[in-house]
C-alpha cells in the first residue's frame, strides 16, 4: 500500500507543537511522491505547509480513523505512535471522563484528582470471575486477573504499580489489595482482611508526607506479600520498604510538611495520654514548621490519629508500644527544637538547661548532661589513642539531625517488623500477590542521592519490563506458529552497568566513602577519569565540575555531587548512640538490638585492636544494601508473573480532570508506555480471530466468496485485499496484521459501507422520483380534466348569460320608463301632501297654543300645592328621623351583639369559610338596605330641620311685622288678618303632621316587621351554618380517619415487607452462620478423632427455632430452656411485640407442663379407684341391658338426627343440581310429612332415654346402697360405646317385676329435677348475657361521652394538636381492646385446657369401664343362652394415618428423605408424596398423643432435609423438589390446625383428621423458616446456573453479524466462544422453561413460582445492566437493538406461561431503559428532556454512565457530546435517588409462603413399594 494512497485528501495527520505536543491537520491537496511540502489545514481553519527531508522522507504520523478513537486498549489502534496515544488517553480522560486505559499488558492509571464511585462493593462483584478483556479497564480487572492466573497457573504473581509522586500510586496499591480481601476468604484466622487493609492507615501515616506534587506522597517504596492458601485465601502479608526519605524528618521545602505522624500527634496532644509529651501545635517545633505548610485541606489530623491508633489495635501492636511509640515521636519533635550555640569557628555547645533537651532526655530515659556533651563533641580513634574534638555548629546542627533521622529509621523499620509479625500466619502459604508501590522515574531541578536511587531502580524494572513484554510477545508468535524476526527495543543493560558495575557509580561512591579524606569533589574526579570516555550514557556538564548526567531510558538526568557521600554512609555519632543504648527506656533498647547484634558478630571476627576501624569498615552503605534490596526484589518479581499499573499525573495544579499534554507525554516517556507501543508496534500489533475477522469484514465480500472454511474465506481476502504479504501473518487462530492496516481495512469496509448508502439511497430517490412522478402525471392528467370541464361550465354559462343579458335589457328598459312616470306621478302627489300639510299644521298650531296654555295654568297651581305639601312634609320627616334614630340604636346595639357571636362563631368554625362569606354577603346586603333606610331618615330629619328653621325666620319675621304694626296702627288690621290666616296654615300644617307621624309609626312597625323576618332568616341560616359545619367537620373527620387508615394500612405493608425481608435475611444470615458452625465443629471433631471418620449429627443440624421448641417440649427443666433461649435469642432481631409473645409462649408451656403433672397424679388417684371397683363383685347383668338400651335408642337418636340433617340439607342446598321442592309442592308435602314424624318419634325417643337413664341411675342406687363402695362409685354413662341388642322382654319383665310404675314416677320426677335445672340455666345465661349487654351498653354510652369529650376539645385545638390527641385517644382504645382480647383468649385457653382435661379422665373411665362390662358381658352371656343375633362385616375403611414403631424415625426419614431421588417421585408419583407420608406420620403421633414422638420425627425431618439442601444444594431439581414438599408439609399442618382460618376449604372428612391433641404454630413458623432457606438456596442454585449465561446470550450474541460485528479490540480480546457453541437468547429461553418445567411438576405453587420467576428476571436485567455499564463496546446503538429484541424474547415467554402479572416484567424495565437510551436521539435539549421523561427506573449515576460509555460501531454514529451529558446532569440534579451506579445482584426479594389447602384426601393415599417403607401400617 504506497504513501500516495495514505496521504491522500482530506487523510488527517498529527503535526508536532510546542504547547500541546501533537496538533491534528488535514491534507488540503493529494501528496505524490517527490512532493517537498504538504499543504494541511489546521482545525481552526489556517493553513500550513509541512515541509518533508528529501534525505529520510519523513512524513507526519497519520491519524486513526473517529471510530478507533477513545478505544479501552491502545494496541487496538491502527496507527501505533506517540500522538495517536496521547490523544486517546486525552479524549477518554477528559471526555469520557474515564481514567484506566488497557496498553497492551499495562494498565495506564491517571490520577482525576476528584473521588470517583467507581470502587464500590458492586464494583468489585461486577469483576469478580470476569476475563480481563470482557471488561472495562480497571485496577480491580488487573487485581481479578492476578488472582485468576495464580489460582489456576499456581504460580505466583506481582502488580507493579510505579509513576512519579502525585500520580496515584498508593491508592491504585491500595485498591488493588481492597480487592484481594473482598474476593477471598480468610482461612483459619479471623479478619485477616482487615489487618492487611489496616496496615495501609499506618504505613501513609509514618511514611507519607505532603509535597509540592501531591498531598499524600509515600517517601519510601514498599513490596507487600499477600499469602495465600491452597483454596486461595488469604493468610497473611509480608511487607518489605526501600529507601526511606530520612532527611525529610529534619528538612522540608518550602510548601511541603513532615511525615503526617508527627501533625497528628501534635493535633492530638490535648488528650490526657499526651499530657506529659509536653507537646503542642506543630508551628512550634523546627522540624514540622519549615515548609510553612501545617494543614491540607479536607484533613483533619486528629482524626486521622484516631484511624492511626485504631489500626495500630487491630494488628495487635499493644497500647503501652503505642504510648512508647508516641513518646519517640515527641521526643525526635523536641530534638529539633535543642540550639546549639556557636562559641568559635571550631566549637559549640549545647546548654544542659535547655528546656526541649531535658524534654528529650526525659521521654528517652538518658542523662541530659551526657546527651549535651556528645551533641557538640566527637570522639577520634585511632591506632594508639583516643581523644574527644570539639565540632563546630554545622557539625553539631548535622549530628543532631542525624540522630533524629536515625532513631526514626529504627522506629520505622521496628513498626514494619510489628506489622510483618501480626501480618504472620502460621498455615504454610501456598502461593502470594505481591504489590510493588514504588517511585517512579523522577527529575528535578536540583536532583540528589534519592533521586539517583529512584531512577536506578525504575532502569531495573524497565529493563524488567522490556524482557516481560518482548517474551510475551515472543510467545504470542510462536503459539500462533508464524514466522517472526527479532524485535530490536532499547535494551538498557549499559545504563544499569554504569550504575551498578565494577568501576561504576555506585561502586567509586562506597570506594570514595572508605577513604580517610573522601569528599564530593573527589569522587566526581574519580568519576570524570574512570567513565567519562569509556561510556556513553554517562556525561559531564559543560559549565560544572561538581555535577555528572546519565542518560536514563527516560531522559537524561543531572544529578549533583553535592551530599552524595554523607547520605551514602549515612553516619551517626557513635557516642550518642551509646548514650540511647543506656537509657532506660525498654522500647528504645528494643530499637537498637540489632546494632548490638551486628556489632557483636563483627567483633568476634576481628581483632581487638582494630575492631573500631573493621566495624566501620563492614558497615554496609545506603547505596550497598539498596542495590542488595533491588536484587532481591528483581529476583522476585523474576519468579512470579508481573502485571504492570502505570500510574500518570494529569497536571501539576491538581485540578479536577485537566490533562496538560506535556506533562502527559513526559511521564509517557519515562513509565515505558511509548517503548510498548514501539515494540508493539514493530511487529503485529492487531491481532483478529478468523471468526471475528469475518463477522467484521464480511461486507467486503461477495457470496461466492463465502466459503464453509472460515480460515480460507479470510485468506482469499486479504489476499486480494492487501497486495504485501508482509503486511499481515496467518497464525493458527488468529490473523496478525502490521500497523495501518486495520485502518485501511476500515477505510475500506467504510467505503464499501458508504457505497452501499449511496446505492441504496439512488434506489430509493430513484424509487421516490419516479413515484412524485407518477404522482404528479395522475395529478395533471386529473387537473386536465377538471379544467376542460371547467372551461365547459364556463361557456355554458356565458351562453345562458348572453341569454339573460337580452331579457335583462328588456325588463330593464321596461322598469326605467315605469320608473319614470311613478317619479312623475309621485311628484305630484308630493306637492298636493304638502299644501295640505301646511293648511293643517297652521291650524294644529291654533289648537295646541290654547291648550298649553291651560297647562300652564294647571302646572302653576299644581306647583303652588306641591310647595305647601313640602312644607308639612319636613316636619313630619324630622319626626320619622328622630324616631328612626332611636330605633337605628337599638338596631345597631343588636347588631354589635349578634356581630360579636357570628365573629366567635367563625373563630370556632374556621372550616365554613366559603358558606360565612355567602352568609355574610347576605348580612351585608341587609346591613346596606338599613343604613339607606337610615339614610332616607336622616335626609327627611334635615329637611325637617330646614323647614323649622325656615318656620322660625317667618315667626322672627311676623315678631318684626308685629313691631312695625304697633308703631303703625293703621296697618293693624290687615295684621290681624294675616295673622288668623297664619293661624289656619299652622292648624293645617298640624294635622298634616298627623297624618304624617300616623304614616310614620305605619312604616316604623312595618319596618321592625321586616327586621324580625330578617332576623328569623339569619337565625335559620345560622342553623343551617351550623348543621352544615357539624356535616362538614364529621366529614372531614371521616376523611381524616379513613386517610390515617390509609396511610397506616399502607405503611404496615411497607413496614411487613420490609420486616419480613430482614427477617429473611437475618435468617439466611443465621442459617449460615448455623452451617458454618457445624462445618467447624466436624471439622474440630475430625482434627480430634482422626481416626473414626463417623458421621454424628450434632445439635446444630436443627434450626435455632426447631431446637428451641423441642427443648422446651421435651424437657422439664426450666434453667435449660432459659439457657437455650438466651443463647439463641440474639440471633433473630425481631419486633418487641414478637418477644413478648414468645415470652406468653414460654409461660403456657410452663402452665402446661404443669397441668401435667396435675393429671399425672390425677391419673394416679383414678388408677387407685379403678383398683378398687375391681373388688366389687356385685351382679349387674339388669344395669348392662338398661345400659345396652340406652345405647341403642342413641344410636338410634343419632341416626334420626343425621337423616334431619340431611333432609335440611338437601332443602337448602341451592348448589346442588337439582333445585329444591318449591313449597306446596307434592315432595315438599311429603318431606314435610317426613320431617315431622320424625320429630315425633325424636321426642318419644328422648323421653324413653330419660326414663331409663332415671332408672340406671335409682337402680344403681338400689343394688349398691348397702355396699361399703356405693358412696364413692359414680359413673357417667353418657359416653359409653354402643353394643349389639339383646332381647327386650326379658328387660320389662324385670322392670315390672321390681316395681315399673314407681321406677317410673321416679324418672319423671328426676327428668323434671333435670329440666328445671336446665331452665335455671337457660336463665342465669340468660341474665349473664343480659348483663354483659347492660354492660357493653354502659361501654359504649362512657366511649360515645369519651368521644364527645374528645371531639369538644379538638375543636378548639389547633390542626395539628387536634390530630395527634385523636391518634393518641386510638391508640389507647386499641391497646385497652387488645388487653381485653388477651384476657378472654387466656379465660378461653383455660376452658378449653379444663375439659381437654376432663375428656382425657372420661374417656379413660370409659375404656376401663367399657373392659370390664365387656368382661362381665362375656361371662354372662356364656352361662345364659342368648338369641342369635346377625353380623354384618363393614368394608374398611382408612382414617389417613400411618402407624410405626418408637425408633423408626430415622429409618422413615433415610429412606423418604435422604435417599430418596427427587426425579422418579416427581415423574411417576402425586406431588408432594414425601410430605403427605411425612405428615400421615405425624398424625398416628398426634392420635396416640405421644409429644416425644411428635417432636422427634418433626425434629428429624427438618434436620434431615437440611442435610439434603445442604449436600446437594447446587442440584436445582433437589432443591426445588424439597421447597415444594416442605411447603406442603406446612401448608398440611395449617389445614389440618383446626384452625377456623384454615379448615374454610376442607371436606367433611379432613376436618375428621384434623390434629386433636397437639397445636404444632411453632413448627409451623420453624418451617416456614425452613421454606425461606430453601428459597434462597434455589435463587443460589438458579443464579450460579444462569450467571455464565445471562451477558453471553443478552449481550454478546449478535443475531445479525456482519454489518453490526464489533470493532478492533486490541491485546486483550474479549472471551467469546465460537458460533457452534454461542449461548443465545433461546438456550436463556430453554433453561428458564426448564426451571419452570421442573417446579410445575414438583407441584410448587404458583404464586410461589411467580415470585421465582420475578426474581430470575431480576438477576438478568441487573447482571446485564452492570456489565453494559461497565462495557464500553457495548454501548452502541446495535446493540440496544439487539437488546430490546431479547427482553422482547423475555416477555413473550412470560406471556406463554401465563405468568405477565407475576411482576417480571416490571423487574426488567431498567434494562430496557437502557436499551432505549443507547438508541434514542441524543442532541437537542428537547432530546435530554425526553430522556429524563423515559429513563424513571434508571439513576442518574447510571444515565450518565451510558451516554458516556456510548461507542459509535460505525463513522456513520456520532459521539454523544460533553454539553448533552452536562445538560441531562442538570435536568436530573433534582432527583432524590441513590448515587450508586450498579444493580444489586445479590438482592432477593422477600418471599412470602402462600397457603394453598390439598384436595387430596389421606386415606386414599397409598405408599408405593419403591420407597422401601414396608414398616409402616395404614390405619
Known sequence: MAACELYAKHARVWLPDAAEVWKSAELIKDYTPGDQTLALQLEDGTEVKYKIDPKTNNLPPLRNPNILVGENDLTALSYLHEPAVLHNIKVRFIDSKTIYTYCGIVLVAINPYESLPIYEADIINAYSGQNMGDMDPHIFAVAEEAYKQMARDERNQSIIVSGESGAGKTVSAKYAMRYFATVSCSSGEANVEERVLASSPIMEALGNAKTTRNDNSSRFGKYIEIGFDKKHCI??????????????????????????????????????????????????????????????????????????????????????????????????????????KDQSADKSSVSPDNVHLMVFCELMGVPGEEMAHW???????????????????????????????????????????????????????????GVLDIYGFETFDVNSFEQFCINYANEKLQQQFNLHVFKLEQEEYMKEQIPWTLIDFYDNQPCINLIEAKLGVLDLLDEECKMPKGSDDTWAQKMYNTLLKQNAHFDKPRLSNKAFIIHHFADKVEYQCVGFLEKNKDTVNEEQINVLKKSKFDFLLKLFEDDEKAASSTNKQTNTGRSGQTQRENKKTVGLQFRQSLHLLMDTLNATTPHYVRCIKPNDHKASFTLDPVRAVQQLRACGILETIRISAAGFPSRWTYQEFFSRYRVLMKQKDVLPDRKQTCRNLLEKLIKDQDKYQFGKNKIFFRAGQVAYLEKLR????????????????????????????????????????????????????????????????????????????????????????????????????????????????????????????????????????????????????????????????????????????????????????????????????VERERHSRDIENLRRSEQEAKVKAETVPSLLEQLSFLQKELENIRREKEAVEDRAKVYVEETQQVVAELNMKNSSLNNEKDELNKLIVEQAQQLKETKTNMENTKQMEKDLTEERSRYQSLLSEHLHLEERHRDLKEEMNVSITPSKPSHKRTDSSYSSNSSEFSQSLGSTDGEDNSQTEDETQPTVDLPVLLKFQRRVKELEQEKQSLWQQLDNREEAQQEKAKEAEKQRTVGRAELDLETLKRQELESENKKLKQDLNELRKSLTNENSASMPPAPGSLPYNILVDQLSSSNEELDMRKEEVLLLRSHMVRQEALKHKDSALGEGVKIDLSEIPSFQDVNRSTAIHTLNEDGELWLAYEGLKETNRLLECQMQEQECLHNEKNKKLLQEVNKLKEEKEQQQKLLAQSLNLPEGARIEAILKHEITRLTNENLELLEQQEKQDKTIRKLKKQLKVYMKKVEDFEASAQQKNNSSMMNTPVRAVNITRKEKEYQGMLEYREGDESRLLKNLVIDLKARGVAVSLIPGLPAYIIFMCLRYADHVNDDQRVSSLLNSTISSIKGVIKRRGDDFEVVSFWLSNTCRLLNCLKQYSGDEVFITHNTAKQNEHCLTNFELSEYQQVLGDLSIQIYRQLIKCMEDILQSMIVASMLEHEAIQGVLGSKPTGLRKRSSSSPEEAVTVEVLLQRLGLFHATMSQHGMDSDLIKQVVKQQFYIICAVTLNNLLLRKDMCSWSKGLQIRYNVWQLEEWLTERELADCGAKETLEPLVQAAQLLQIKKKTESDAQAICNMCTALTTAQIVKVLTLYTPVIEFEERVTTSFIETIKNLLKDRDESSTLMMDTKKIFSVTLPFSPSSVALETIQIPASFNLGFLTRI
Open 750 to 945: 467504510s467505503d464499501m459501507l458508504r457505497m452501499a448508502c449511496v446505492r441504496i439511497q439512488k434506489t430509493i430517490r430513484c424509487w421516490l422520483a419516479r413515484k412524485k412522478y407518477l404522482r404528479m402525471k395522475e395529478s395533471a392528467i386529473t387537473i386536465q380534466r377538471h379544467v376542460r370541464g371547467h372551461q365547459a361550465r364556463c361557456y355554458v354559462k356565458f351562453l345562458r348569460s348572453t341569454r339573460a343579458a337580452v331579457v335583462i335589457q328588456r325588463n330593464v328598459r321596461m322598469w326605467v320608463t315605469r320608473r319614470r312616470y311613478q317619479k312623475q306621478r309621485s311628484a305630484a302627489i308630493t306637492v298636493q301632501c304638502f299644501l295640505r300639510a301646511y293648511m293643517a299644521r297652521k291650524q294644529y298650531y291654533k289648537f295646541m297654543y290654547e291648550q298649553k296654555a291651560v297647562i300652564i295654568q294647571k302646572w302653576v297651581k299644581g306647583w303652588l300645592a306641591r310647595q305647601h305639601y313640602k312644607r308639612a312634609l319636613a316636619d313630619i320627616v324630622l319626626l320619622q328621623s328622630c324616631v328612626r334614630r332611636m330605633m337605628a340604636k337599638k338596631e345597631l346595639k343588636k347588631l354589635k351583639m349578634e356581630a360579636r357571636s357570628v365573629e366567635h362563631f367563625k373563630k370556632l368554625n374556621i372550616g365554613m369559610e366559603n358558606k360565612i362569606l355567602q352568609l355574610q354577603h347576605k348580612i351585608n346586603e341587609q346591613h346596606k338596605e338599613n343604613r339607606e333606610l337610615s339614610e332616607k331618615l336622616n335626609v327627611v330629619g334635615k329637611t325637617q330641620a
Open 235 to 340: 493468610i497473611g502479608a509480608n511487607m518489605r520498604t526501600y529507601l526511606l526519605e530520612k532527611s525529610r524528618v529534619v528538612f522540608q521545602a518550602h510548601g511541603e510538611r513532615n511525615y503526617h505522624i508527627f501533625y497528628q500527634l501534635c493535633a492530638s496532644s490535648h488528650l490526657p495520654e499526651f499530657k506529659a509529651f509536653k507537646l503542642g501545635c506543630a508551628d512550634d517545633f523546627h522540624c514540622t514548621n519549615q515548609g510553612h505548610s501545617p494543614v491540607i485541606d479536607r484533613v483533619d489530623d486528629a482524626k486521622e490519629m484516631h484511624n492511626t491508633r485504631k489500626a495500630f489495635s487491630l494488628l495487635g501492636i499493644s497500647e503501652s508500644d503505642q504510648m512508647a511509640i508516641y513518646q519517640i515521636l515527641a521526643a525526635i519533635l523536641h530534638l529539633s527544637n535543642v540550639e546549639v
Open 375 to 433: 551533641l557538640c563533641h566527637l570522639k577520634l580513634k585511632t591506632t594508639t589513642e583516643t581523644y574527644v574534638k570539639s565540632i563546630s555548629k554545622m557539625n553539631a546542627v548535622n549530628g543532631r539531625d542525624a540522630l533524629a533521622k536515625h532513631i526514626y529509621a529504627r522506629l520505622f523499620s521496628w513498626i514494619v517488623g510489628s506489622i510483618n509479625n501480626a501480618l504472620k500466619s502460621a498455615v504454610k502459604q501456598h502461593s502470594f500477590i
